[in-house]
C-alpha cells in the first residue's frame, strides 16, 4: 500500500526536490537556513574568541611540516618525491613484472593469468584488464621480455589515462572558485588545505568557504588548516545551509578581491538523492553569484577504493559535471588503478596525485611521470 | 548494499536453473561469470580463485549431478561457501574482563572511526552499558572535537583530551576518569594512519599494552578494493584484531573487502556501519547477508527490528481497532512513525524476500522526509479531524495546510491514501482474515 504510494509521489517529490533541495541529514528547525542572509558572517580574523581552544597552540602534529611550506623544486625534487612516494606501489608492480619471466617463460596462457592477477589487484578494474591482457596476446610475438612488457603496457595505460593532453590552464577569472567534493572520508578538506597552502605560498589571495556544515568539527578543521596556511575562511554555524556559506564566500571573496576560493563541501555517499540536490544546489548559488563559477569542481577519490570510485566519479559527474579528479592517499599499498578506467571511460582528467601528507606532497598529475614512476 | 553483486549472480542462477540436467560445461560457464561479478565487486583475487575452486569441486560432486533440481542445489553450495566465507555466524562484540574494559578503534585515515565511534556508544548504551568515547587523535585537525560534538549530541560522557597529550596518556588517564565516573565501557578513537607507518603502528601497540583492550576493531570502508586484504592483514598482525566494522554499507558498495577480510586473516566481521544517523550501525549476520546477498532477502532482521521498536501492548490495541474498523489518523500516524523507527525504507525493503529483484523497486527512492511531512499534517488536525477524517472539508484543508507548512494538495493526496487503507482493512475483516497488519497495517 504505502510503497505503491511512494512510487506515485517519485516524480513529484523530484520535481520538488529541484526547486527546494533539503539534505535529509539536517536536522529540521534551522533558523539559519530561514534566514541565510542574517547569519553573521564570521571570519577568521574578525571572531577569533569562538576558536579559542583550537588557537593557542597550533597541534604539535609530527605528520605536518613547519608552517611555511616551500613549494616543491620543479624539477629533481619533485621527481623524486613523487617516485618515493609511489614507490611501494612500483616495488609490487615492477618486481612482480620481472618475476613473471622468471626462468625464460615465454607469453602464454598461464602467464596472461599471472599478469592478469597482477593487474586486478591494482584495482584497474576487470574489463580494462581484459582489454590490456587482449593487446597484449595479440603483441606476444614481439614479446620476449620484461621490459617490452611493461613497455607495451606502459604505452597502453598512457593512452587511457590521456586522452587529450593536458593543456595548461589559463587562468583568467578571478576570483577562480573550486568546489571540491566527494564520499566521506576521502581527504577533501585536507587536499583544500594542502591546495591553499600552495596558492599562499606563491603569492596568492584564498579565501575558504566552510560548507561541509553537517559533520561535526568539519568546520574546526577546515578553520585550523586556514591558519595554517594563514589564509581566510569564511564560515557559518554547524547545521547551517552550506548553499548560503557558499554564496557569502563568493561575496567576500569579490569583495576582497580574492584569487581563489576554495569550497569545502560535505562528504556524502553519491548514491544519496537528496544530498546529491544540495550538491547542485551549492553550484546553482555559486554560477548565480558570479556568473562562470564554479570554474573547477574537483572529485576527491581514495586511491584505496575499488570498483565502487567509478561509480562515485559517474554519478558525481552526472549530477554536477566534475572537471577534474584528485587522488588521495597514494603512499599507501593501494594502487588507485581505478583511476585509468575513469579517466578513459568518463574523460575526466586527473589533475592531483596525494602521495603523502606533507603539503608539498600534493602534487599536479603528469601521466607520463605517473606511468614512468608506476613501473 | 550488495545489490549489484546480487543482481549479477541471480542472473547467473537462473540461467543455471534454467537447465533441467546440468553439465560440467554449463557449470563451468556459470562459475565464470560468478567469477567475474565477485572480481567486480573487489573481492580479491586470490580469495575469489579459490572460492570458485571449492564451488567447483562440490558442485561436479555427486551432491548436485544426482540432484533432481541442479540449479537449486548449485546456488545451495553458493550460499553455503558464501556464508561460510563470511564467517559463518554472528560475533558478538567482546566486553569480557574487568571493568571498564576498552574497545579499540584502528584503522586507515577517512574509514570512519570515530563516527563508529559514536555509533558503538548508541548501541552500547542500548545494551544497559555505560559508553565512555576517549578521543585519542591528536594528529588530524579537529579531530577531538568532532568526538566531544558527538558525546554532545549522545550525552555520553566524553574523555577532555587535548592536543599536549600522548595518545598512550590519554587513554591510561581516560581508564582511571571511566573508573571513578563509573563508566564502564572505554571506546578508543585512534587517529588514523596508514598501515605501512611503522611509528604510528608502534603507538597502536603501547595503547594495545597500555590498556589491555577486550576488543580491537579494524573500521574499514567497504568500498575499498584489492588492497583491503594488505590494509586487514598489517593490523592484524601488529595488534591481532578482534574483528573488523564495515563502514559506509549505505551506498552502493558491493562491499567485496567484507568476503577478502575474512577470508584472510581469519577474523570476523562484527558490525556494518549503514547510514549517516548515529543508529545506523547493525551487527552482522554472515547467513543473513548471504541470502541478502543472494537475492532471498533477510525476513529475520526485519523481524528483529520490528520487535525492537514496536510496543506490544500498543499492537495489541491497534489489533483490536482493525477489527472494528476503527483505524484512525491517530493510528496511522503511530504506525509511520514506528515504521521510521526501524530504519530506512529503502533498506528495509531490500531485505523483503523477492523485493529487491523487482524491476519497479529498482530506482525507488523513499524520501524519508515524506514521512515528516504527514507526520506534520497529521499533527496540524484537531483530535476530532484525526478521528473523523471525513469532516475535514475545503476551508478545512486550507487551515491545515497552512499550519504544517504543506500545501492542499499534500492533504487530499495523504487523505487519499488514508481512505485506501480503511478500505482494505474493511474488506479484510469482511473476509474474515485474521491478524492482517500486526505490526503495520500501512504495508
Not at chain 1, 84 to 113: C, H, M, V, Y
Not at chain 1, 169 to 193: A, S
Not at chain 1, 210 to 219: G, P
Not at chain 1, 251 to 257: G, H, L
Request: charged content about 30%; hydrophobic content about 40%; glycine content about 8%.
Amino acid at each position: 500500500m504505502a510503497l505503491k504510494w511512494f512510487k506515485k509521489k517519485k516524480d513529484e517529490q523530484e520535481a520538488a526536490a529541484s526547486t527546494e533541495p533539503k539534505p535529509d541529514n539536517v536536522p529540521e528547525a534551522l533558523n539559519a537556513e530561514d534566514h541565510p542572509g542574517d547569519e553573521a558572517l564570521e571570519q577568521n580574523n574578525g571572531t577569533a574568541s569562538e576558536n579559542k581552544e583550537n588557537e593557542p597552540a597550533p597541534p604539535p602534529d609530527p605528520t605536518e611540516p613547519d608552517p611555511d611550506p616551500e613549494v616543491p623544486a620543479k624539477s629533481g625534487g619533485f621527481f623524486k618525491r613523487l617516485k618515493s612516494g609511489l614507490s611501494k606501489t612500483r616495488k609490487l608492480l615492477s618486481t612482480d613484472i620481472n618475476d613473471l619471466f622468471a626462468g625464460n617463460r615465454k607469453i602464454d596462457d598461464e602467464l596472461l593469468e599471472d599478469l592478469e592477477e597482477l593487474l586486478i589487484t591494482s584495482d584497474i578494474g576487470v574489463q580494462t584488464t581484459q582489454d590490456l591482457i587482449e593487446t597484449i596476446s595479440k603483441k606476444s610475438s614481439k614479446i620476449s621480455g620484461p621490459d617490452e612488457l611493461k613497455a607495451v603496457l606502459k604505452e597502453k595505460i598512457l593512452e587511457l589515462l590521456s586522452l587529450e593532453p593536458p593543456t595548461p590552464r589559463e587562468i583568467t577569472d578571478t576570483p577562480r572558485v573550486i568546489m571540491v567534493i566527494g564520499v566521506n572520508g576521502v581527504g577533501k578538506t585536507t587536499t583544500i588545505g594542502k591546495l591553499a597552502a600552495r596558492a599562499a605560498s606563491s603569492g596568492k589571495k584564498v579565501i575558504l568557504v566552510a560548507a561541509d556544515t553537517f559533520r561535526a568539527a568539519a568546520i574546526e578543521q577546515l578553520d585550523i588548516w586556514s591558519q595554517r596556511a594563514g589564509v581566510d575562511i569564511i564560515k557559518h554555524k554547524e547545521n547551517s545551509d552550506p548553499a548560503a556559506v557558499s554564496y557569502d564566500g563568493i561575496e567576500a571573496a569579490v569583495a576582497r578581491d580574492a584569487d581563489m576560493v576554495l569550497v569545502d563541501t560535505a562528504g556524502r555517499i553519491h548514491t544519496k538523492v537528496n544530498l546529491m540536490e544540495e550538491l547542485k544546489k551549492i553550484k546553482r548559488t555559486i554560477s548565480k553569484k558570479l556568473p562562470g563559477a564554479p570554474h573547477e569542481v574537483l572529485l576527491i577519490l581514495d586511491a584505496t577504493t575499488g570498483q565502487n570510485a567509478l561509480s562515485q566519479a559517474k554519478l558525481f559527474n552526472d549530477a554536477i559535471e566534475v572537471t577534474g579528479i584528485a587522488l588521495t592517499k597514494l603512499d599507501g599499498t593501494a594502487k588507485g588503478g581505478i583511476v585509468v578506467s575513469i579517466c578513459s571511460t568518463l574523460e575526466i582528467p586527473l589533475k592531483y596525485i596525494g602521495v603523502g601528507e606533507k603539503i608539498e606532497d600534493l602534487q599536479e598529475f603528469d601521466p607520463i611521470q605517473f606511468v614512468e614512476a608506476l613501473f | 548494499m550488495f545489490n549489484n553483486l546480487s543482481d549479477r549472480l541471480n542472473a547467473v542462477f537462473k540461467k543455471l536453473k534454467g537447465h533441467g540436467k546440468l553439465t560440467e560445461k554449463n557449470i563451468e560457464e556459470g562459475l565464470k561469470e560468478v567469477r567475474m561479478a565477485l572480481l567486480e565487486a573487489d573481492v580479491h583475487y586470490k580469495v575469489v580463485k579459490k572460492f570458485i575452486s571449492d564451488i567447483k569441486e562440490r558442485a561436479l560432486g555427486q551432491e548436485v549431478m544426482a540432484s533432481l533440481t541442479p540449479g537449486q542445489q548449485v546456488v545451495k553450495i553458493v550460499n553455503d561457501e558464501l556464508t561460510e566465507l563470511m564467517g559463518g555466524r554472528l560475533e558478538d562484540l567482546n566486553l569480557s574482563g574487568p571493568v571498564p574494559v576498552s574497545i579499540m578503534l584502528v584503522g586507515l585515515q577517512g574509514s570512519g572511526k570515530t563516527t563508529t565511534a559514536g555509533k558503538l556508544a548508541v548501541f552500547l548504551r542500548k545494551k544497559g552499558k555505560k559508553p565512555y568515547l576517549v578521543p585519542a587523535d591528536v594528529y588530524r585537525p579537529a579531530a577531538i572535537d568532532q568526538l566531544s560534538k558527538l558525546g554532545q549530541q549522545l550525552s555520553v560522557p566524553v574523555f577532555p583530551s587535548s592536543l599536549e597529550m600522548d595518545p598512550v596518556q590519554i587513554c591510561q588517564e581516560a581508564r582511571t576518569t571511566a573508573h571513578r565516573t563509573g563508566c564502564d565501557t572505554l571506546l578508543i578513537d585512534t587517529a588514523g594512519r596508514l598501515h605501512i607507518d611503522e611509528a604510528l603502528m608502534d603507538e597502536l601497540s603501547r595503547i594495545k599494552d597500555a590498556v589491555k583492550p577486550a576488543d580491537i576493531l579494524l573500521v574499514a570502508d567497504a568500498m575499498t578494493g584489492q588492497d583491503a586484504v594488505n590494509i586487514a592483514q598489517s593490523f592484524n598482525k601488529t595488534l591481532d584484531i578482534g574483528g573488523v566494522v564495515l563502514s559506509k554499507m549505505d551506498g552502493d558498495a558491493r562491499g567485496g573487502a567484507a568476503l577478502s577480510i575474512k577470508s584472510i586473516t581469519d577474523k570476523p566481521i562484527k558490525f556494518v556501519g549503514v547510514g549517516e544517523k548515529l543508529s545506523d550501525l547493525e551487527p552482522f549476520h554472515p547467513d543473513r547477508m548471504a541470502s541478502r546477498i543472494l537475492g532471498m532477502g533477510d525476513v529475520l532482521t526485519i523481524i528483529e527490528k520490528a520487535q525492537s521498536v514496536v510496543d506490544e501492548k500498543k499492537a495489541a490495541e491497534l489489533e483490536k481497532k482493525l477489527r472494528k474498523n476503527e483505524f484512525t489518523l491517530e493510528d496511522f500516524r503511530d504506525q509511520m512513525v514506528q515504521i521510521r523507527k526501524m530504519g530506512s525504507m529503502s533498506e528495509l525493503i531490500n531485505m523483503i524476500p523477492g523485493m529487491g529483484q523487482m524491476k519497479q523497486l529498482k530506482n525507488l527512492e523513499v524520501d524519508e522526509k515524506e514521512f515528516v511531512k504527514i507526520e506534520a499534517i497529521i499533527n496540524s488536525m484537531t483530535p476530532l479531524e484525526r478521528r473523523q477524517y471525513t469532516l475535514i472539508k475545503g476551508s478545512r484543508r486550507k487551515r491545515i495546510a497552512k499550519g504544517s507548512g504543506t500545501s492542499v494538495q499534500d492533504i487530499n493526496k495523504l487523505l487519499k491514501n488514508y481512505t485506501q487503507v480503511i478500505k482494505m482493512i474493511k474488506k479484510v475483516n469482511k473476509g474474515g482474515m485474521r491478524g492482517l497488519g500486526m505490526g503495520m497495517p500501512s504495508f
